[in-house]
């Protein structure tokens, strides 16, 4: 189904090739999970098998890939045998509503109105996304934009389906739903599907086989068939350890009644917080649930409207708001996509953005600096947008917090890490911690929350439905998360 021969990529500007000599072929109706750390050049190759590289993206290709035997070097014709659901759905929307954007490939491809209707309907009924089809794309939240992004791949029907990271931004119960789908596809269609992947666990028991790349290479190609299959997967989920987390003592946040409804819509719900000096704060819930929303409310994003939230000197209402550029002097925020807070040329200038314009120390900040060259093998000089999806996040954390706030949002920090980048970020996050920063993760990972969290607040349609130190969540509030029938790690 697909052969790629002695494929090597290299992009602009870059001395070493981000993809060098590989080969490998996959099968008709095969299942292969594509693993490997960040920057390791599996989304290259695949964004290279679809033609994005080079006639979207700039760089220099040599070698062949070839589709059902033929070469096929049009990305348009291409299109028509492969799907592809990139890492950040956001870079594939064309349109502005969920409707609109599932059938847009299938307008394009000329299909008949009453095929287009039936195929986006069943596109999104396959991902549980039903209720979003009358929806803007610009209301969604990020899991919710990702399971558009795979519903308009899907109604393509495509012969070749990949998802680059299809689960990195849902919630457990959705990533359930959408490996679910997959699994039809892979039975009923006999579809072939590779998976770009970290969190790899999911879609063990359907794989075919597992490609594992490094640094542009291929270092272990296994199939169910191999005495080492089992050893290679048992590496890719390992389990993890964490830093010790300490909390200190006093009152640092405190909100009280906090509600906000748009579009008629309620997305928060009487919601009340109160976080400790030095927590570390694990938000979670379901796709939707108002996380991200109340991160940008503690920001000065939105604007309280009903409700208060109060820390340090500020006490803010809907008749006393404060700008977030009086209160990012004492919050840092790191956004769910790493592309929407980023618009510096270097590295450099990107770190040193906030302490330059609060008026900071500079002193810190150059250690900051200096600790990401050694740490990423990435010149301080270097444009963060030719980075890669893993690093630039860690150079938001560290731009969000070098001006020294007090507190530190981070949105989902690990979609996109691979589990050695995800143990870099924690041990990151730990440092700040010990250097006087109380912090609040919004994350989907319960392993990460019940092991390096001192806290968590779980909410479920803007709603608090369970806070408090972590050894303090039941049981059952633990379980709500998941899928029915889903085991916890950790």
């Known amino acids: 189904m697909l052969e790629v021969s002695h494929l090597c990529v290299r992009y602009e500007n870059r001395s070493i090739p981000a993809v060098q000599d590989i080969s490998f072929s996959i099968g008709h109706g095969e299942f292969v999970v594509l693993a490997g750390d960040s920057a390791s050049g599996k989304s290259t190759v695949m964004q290279a098998v679809c033609r994005f590289i080079p006639e979207i993206i700039p760089a220099e290709l040599s070698g062949s890939i070839r589709i059902d035997g033929d070469e096929l070097v049009d990305p348009i014709d291409t299109a028509r045998f492969i799907a592809m659901v990139q890492q950040d759905p956001e870079t594939q929307f064309c349109t502005e509503t969920v409707e609109e954007e599932v059938a847009f490939g299938l307008e394009n491809l000329r299909f008949k109105e009453e095929d287009i209707r039936r195929r986006v309907h069943e596109a999104l009924e396959m991902v549980n996304a039903s209720h ?44 359930a739903e959408v490996v679910s789908a997959i699994e039809k596809l892979r039975t009923v269609r006999s579809m072939t599907v590779v998976i770009v992947e970290h969190r790899v666990r999911g879609f063990i028991d359907m794989a075919t086989r597992i490609i594992l790349m490094d640094r542009g290479k291929i270092v272990h190609d296994f199939t169910v068939e191999d005495l080492k299959f089992a050893g290679i997967c048992k590496s890719l989920t390992g389990a993890r350890s964490y830093p010790k987390i ?14 906000y409804q748009t579009g008629g819509k309620k997305i928060l719900d009487d919601v009340g917080l109160t976080v400790t000096d030095g927590a570390v704060v694990a938000l979670m819930g379901e796709n939707g649930a108002g996380k991200t929303t109340l991160l940008k409310h503690i920001m000065g994003l ?91 996040r860690r150079v938001n954390i560290r731009s969000a917090s070098a001006h020294g706030p007090s507190i530190l949002l981070l949105d989902e920090p690990f979609a996109g890490q691979d589990e050695n980048n995800v143990s870099k970020i924690m041990e990151l ?22 092991g390096f969290c001192t806290d968590a607040l779980i909410m479920r349609h803007g709603r608090v439905v369970a806070d408090g130190p972590i050894e303090k969540i039941s049981e059952e509030s633990w379980q709500d998360i998941l899928p029915k029938g889903g085991k916890m790690d950790g």
């Not at 009903?306 to 004492?330: A, C, M, Q, Y």
């Not at 440092?431 to 319960?446: A, E, F, M, P």
């Open 132 to 175: 979003l089809i009358d929806q803007s794309i610009s209301t969604l939240s990020g899991g919710e934009k990702q399971k558009v992004a795979i519903a308009s791949m899907l109604a393509l029907d495509p012969r070749i389906l990949i998802l680059d990271e299809p689960t990195s931004s849902l919630d457990p119960k959705s990533v």
């Open 429 to 450: 996050l730990a440092n700040l911690q010990r250097s006087g920063k109380t912090i609040i993760v919004v994350t989907h990972d319960i392993q990460f929350a019940r």
């Open 246 to 259: 300490v909390p200190r003592e006093g009152t640092v946040l405190t909100i009280n009644n906090l509600s």
């Open 302 to 392: 939105i604007k309280v409207s009903s409700g208060s939230i109060e820390f340090k000197n500020h006490r803010i209402t809907e008749n006393n708001p404060v700008e977030p550029w009086i209160l990012g002097r004492d919050i840092g925020l790191v956004f769910q996509n790493p592309n929407h807070q980023m618009f510096e040329k270097t590295v450099e200038k990107e770190i040193k953005f906030g302490p330059e314009n609060f008026g900071t120390s500079m002193e810190e900040v150059k250690n900051t600096i200096a600790s990401f060259e050694s740490t990423e093998g990435v010149r301080r000089y270097v444009h963060p947008q030719c980075l890669s999806f893993g690093q630039k």
